[in-house]
């Protein structure tokens, strides 16, 4: 039995400001040590339930997880595999089960000081099939492309509340509370636990796989007109309007590959 873990930073429980997100920043050391020790109690749980776990490192650069606070025999994915799979690079048919850690709400909603989809200077937001799309919700597409139920997310309230809609019967574990730009955290040993035990749950319970649509409309609103215009190029994309591209997609593939060039991400 194989685990895939797709990890990011932003819903990690105490993490509230830009700056402790990236290298350099005030905070940044710390919320990489919680980072790991929240995808470490995910592990464990997995471990003991008799699992084989990948994690892939999804934040900015990918190579924000120490290895060593990892459990042994763990497999660490660092770095980027220049592909449409993104955040969920590596997964594939053999696994039985997805969790996804330290997630965030969508660009386009007002749950965290946080909320972005992808890139949060070039986007206003992306839907699918007329919903407004999350990180969690292509990523979790891409999971059940390949057939692997998505089981647990943990991040902040508004995209745990997403990820319940999107995928019924879905545990997930909400690290925070988020009001403009303030967050109200969880104690970081609180949010260990409640992961641990969430992710026990989750991979003991029958989750479905998300229903596959007839086609996926993919429209981005981006930032500015110039990146819109640009996107429009790419092949069966129209632009709808100055900053809006739309893109349908005959599969879940096709959607993310189009995605990935006409973001350039």
Request: glycine share 10%; hydrophobic share 40%; net charge negative.
């Amino acid at each position: 039995m194989k685990v895939f873990i797709s990890a990011d930073i932003e819903g990690v429980t105490g993490v509230t400001s830009w700056s402790e997100t990236r290298y350099g920043g005030q905070g940044y050391e710390e919320a990489c040590r919680q980072m790991g020790l929240e995808v470490k109690a995910a592990c464990d749980a997995a471990i003991e339930l008799g699992y084989e776990v990948v994690v892939k490192d999804g934040h900015e650069d990918a190579l924000n997880l120490d290895p060593w606070q990892l459990p042994r025999g763990v497999q660490l994915i660092r770095g980027w595999r220049t592909s449409p799979e993104a955040m969920m690079g590596g997964l594939d048919a053999t696994f039985d089960a997805c969790l996804y850690l330290g997630y965030h709400s969508a660009e386009g909603t007002n749950s965290s000081p946080l909320a972005h989809t992808i890139e949060h200077e070039l986007f206003n937001w992306m839907k699918i099939n007329g919903k407004l799309a999350s990180e969690f919700s292509m990523n979790a597409l891409w999971a059940a492309y390949y057939g692997v139920p998505s089981v647990f997310l943990s991040g902040d309230e508004g995209i745990c509340s997403h990820g319940e809609e999107v995928c019924p019967g879905l545990v997930t574990v909400a690290t925070k509370a988020c009001t403009g730009n303030s967050t109200w955290n969880l104690h970081p040993q609180d949010a260990l636990e409640q992961i641990r035990e969430g992710v026990k749950a989750a991979l003991q319970q029958k989750t479905d796989l998300i229903s596959p649509e007839e086609k996926y409309s993919l429209q981005i609103h981006f930032k500015e007109h110039q990146n819109a215009r640009n996107a429009s190029w790419y092949p069966g994309a129209k632009l709808i309007d100055s900053n809006i591209v739309e893109y349908t997609a005959k599969d879940v593939r096709d959607l993310m590959v189009g995605r990935m060039f006409m973001t350039g991400i």
